[in-house]
């Protein structure tokens, strides 16, 4: 059973529990959870380092990571954003690179397509096509589907968000949300390995804040979550402190999320605007 069916299972939850189809499908979800979750996908950044015009932005970053769910935090500016388009091999970095289950994500393109998918923080920087079905098919057919099943996949992508009257709808006509909506669909689409959220939820309502963090919860997809709540990844196994471009702390989400939120507090009682880059 697939993550989406799953949420398919805890949506009819509250409405139908008595049905027995529901039962059938609670009696999946069991077995389901009885087979191993598969391995986390294994990230290496080594000596990552990357500059425009001369001025450095990520620097020296080193990271070995075998966690489900990462976090990355860090102030504004502070490299969040660039390190993500560097995982996903979207930037060539000045030295170092980047492989994820030894797959080196920007020389072997295709590879990095199967391995990594990624939502970015402004939508209007990802979607390029002008109706919504065309948009979530155009990553399926990158990773080499056919035209049809693309297309199908898609149609069955947006149903499971319940979100079919939009296969023909003008992405242009959407809410800003609403196509931030339609850019984690199509990235869930894809099912990649890891899967990398930049502030997924800015601009989303709680319900389908929710909605969404429930579904992300299921998923067997590797997370690296940039996010400014520590609340949203408490639960994370890891977290990567970024401040200045360099990697500050990282280790344990238990252990870096309260000394990162201890500082932030700090620098926000002084003068917070000093020392942002940029
Ligand atoms: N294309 C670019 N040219 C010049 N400077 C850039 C470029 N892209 C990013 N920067 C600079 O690099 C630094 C890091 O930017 P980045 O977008 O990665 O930060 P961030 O941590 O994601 O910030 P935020 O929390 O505001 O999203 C900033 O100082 C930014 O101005
Ligand atoms: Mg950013």
Redesign the pocket.
Known sequence: MSFATGLGARNLLGTRARDTEFQALVTAAAQTMQSPAPAPAHIEMRGLSYG??G?P?LTGIEADLRHRRIAVL??????????LRALCGLIEPDAGDVLIDGVDVLRDRKGALRKIGILF?NPDHQIIFPTVGEEVAFGLRQTGLSKREAHARARAALDRFGRAAWQDRATATLSQGQRHLVCLIAVLAMEPAVIAL??PFSGLDIPTTRGLTRMLEQSPATLVH?T?DPRLVADYDHAIW?SG?RVAEQGPAGDVLPRFEARMAQEGEADAFADL??
């Open positions: 425009r015009d001025v932005i860090g102030r504004n500016g502070s490299g969040k954003s660039t390190l923080q930049d502030e940039v400014h970024l471009g880059p940029g």
